[in-house]
């Protein structure tokens, strides 16, 4: 665990600006909850935060933290990493749903990224970006949010939107790992709008995950996992698979050192 003596980090979370405005907590992006994990925590973080527009500076509270930047472009990324201790990566490119889709008559929905917002652009250059640029300033410690999934190429996610979002993240991951700056790799299942910390936590490897019936976790779980990841040197070097057992079932988990211990992959 941190040395409760020692100067607190500063960690910078990118993605922090949230989908909608946040009336329901469970039901934000996660990066918005990971920066409000943080900053609620402003006795052991000094917590800074990346959005792409004005309007997600406002939306989580604007102030000298909070930066505006392009993770397409490099440059846009060194004033927000100068000086940082620990990076949050939790930038993704969204999928949208065409318009015009009656689930009444049948058939599919149809999806797609916008022009320049496709995974390579952000999931493969936009955290490529990040990670050089955090490497350049001397950062101590990566925490990257992949996905389940990665290792099956033709995993019906990356034909939604022809955009292969599996693939791009799976190549970022390597990329962190391969770098020489310590991380922690978190792959997520499904993710849930649901309460956190009331679920028992389960960690793998290799989508091993993805034959069981354990294959989702709430958004709020995923986000404290972030923060405790900071926390141990047991999470450096390593990556996971993370799910939760469903509610009431289990015991909720509390003890990370524990968790963290039963994580042996690099990757």
Not at 14 to 30: E, K
């Amino acid at each position: 665990m941190a040395d409760s003596s020692a100067p607190r980090p500063t960690v910078l979370v990118t993605g922090a600006g949230g989908r909608t405005v946040c009336a329901n907590p469970q039901a934000c992006n996660l990066g918005n909850i990971v920066y409000n994990k943080l900053k609620e925590r402003s006795e052991q973080f000094i917590t800074r935060g990346l959005v792409r527009t004005e309007e997600g500076k406002q939306k989580i509270g604007g102030g000298d933290g909070v930066y505006i930047g392009d993770i397409r472009d490099q440059n846009h990324l060194v004033p927000a990493v100068q000086g940082i201790d620990a990076l949050i990566i939790l930038t993704s490119a969204v999928l949208k749903m065409k318009p015009g889709f009656d689930p009444s008559k049948g058939g599919r929905p149809e999806f797609y990224y916008e022009d320049g917002m496709y995974p390579e652009q952000v999931d493969w250059i936009g955290q490529k970006n990040q990670i050089d640029t955090a490497k350049a300033a001397g950062v101590k410690h990566i925490v990257l949010v992949g996905s389940m999934g990665g290792t099956n190429p033709n995993h019906p996610l990356n034909s939604l939107g022809n955009g292969n979002i599996l693939v791009w993240k799976r190549k970022s991951e390597q990329y962190l790992a391969d770098s020489g700056v310590p991380y922690t790799i978190i792959r997520p299942g499904g993710l849930q709008d649901k309460d956190g910390g009331v679920r028992e936590l389960i960690v793998g490897k290799d989508d091993e995950l993805l034959q069981t019936g354990t294959k989702s976790i709430p958004r709020a779980d995923v986000a404290e996992v972030c923060v405790q990841a900071l926390q141990y040197e047991e999470t450096k070097f390593k990556a996971l698979d993370l799910a939760s057992k469903p509610e009431g079932t289990g015991t909720p988990t509390k003890d990370f050192k524990s968790l963290f211990s039963q994580v042996t992959a690099r990757f």
